[in-house]
T-cell receptor, first 111, second 120 residues
């Protein structure tokens, strides 16, 4: 069973700061997901990646398959970025696999 | 983008009753739907994988007779918590996958907003 570890567990930063959230996993995967969960519980899929790097707006996700590690970066952070960010991994490829989740990183961006 | 809805968003029931939660893909056909559970301050955990027209595949430790899953169409899956007890109180989330060819546009899972179940 894959172990998914995220760091930090909690992060408070000032508006405008560059944010990095890390995720490591123990067993080789086919895809890694970064998710955002807002208060109230709704989940939004931010990225799914299996290699390299993806960028969407102020969000950047990278993955190093050899090191079994991924990072999520937020540039020019804003209070609306405050949420729980969750790393999840799948094994069968793409979105076809039930996911194993990390415990999440609780991010607070202060004005 | 692809949208997945869940109904109800919140339910409170008495111990011993059954509760049905619906998960719908609104603008794409979902080859596979997943049901997850999240206890307070805990990780999301996969409960079961549901393919349209097939029996659901349950994760170890999840009682299939207690958590009945029906995936009768490519846009609807239901989770019924039978004879609910207080320990079943949790946040239940579904996700839907439109297939590798991307019925939903991209090969990823789309998550519903979740259902918060409280059993008194």
């Amino acid at each position: 069973k894959n172990e998914v570890e995220q760091s930090p567990q909690n992060l408070t930063a000032q508006e405008g700061e560059f944010i990095t959230i890390n995720c490591s996993y123990s067993v080789g995967i086919s895809a890694l997901h970064w998710l955002q969960q807002h208060p109230g519980g709704g989940i939004v899929s931010l990225f799914m990646l299996s290699s390299g790097k993806k960028k969407h707006g102020r969000l950047i996700a990278t993955i190093n398959i050899q090191e079994k590690h991924s990072s999520l970066h937020i540039t020019a952070s804003h209070p609306r970025d405050s949420a729980v960010y969750i790393c999840a991994v799948g094994h069968s490829g793409g979105g076809a696999d039930g996911l194993t989740f990390g415990k999440g990183t609780h991010l607070i961006i202060q004005p | 983008g692809a949208v997945v809805s869940q109904h109800p968003s919140r339910v409170i029931c008495k111990s011993g009753t059954s509760v049905k939660i619906e998960c719908r893909s609104l603008d794409f056909q979902a080859t596979t739907m997943f049901w997850y559970r999240q206890f307070p301050k805990k990780s999301l955990m996969l409960m079961a994988t549901s393919n349209e027209g097939s029996k659901a595949t349950y994760e170890q430790g999840v009682e299939k007779d207690k958590f009945l899953i029906n995936h009768a169409s490519l846009t609807l899956s239901t989770l019924t918590v039978t004879s609910a007890h207080p320990e079943d109180s949790s946040f239940y989330i579904c996700s839907a996958w439109g297939g590798a060819s991307g019925s939903a546009g991209t090969d990823t899972q789309y998550f519903g907003p979740g259902t918060r179940l409280t059993v008194l």
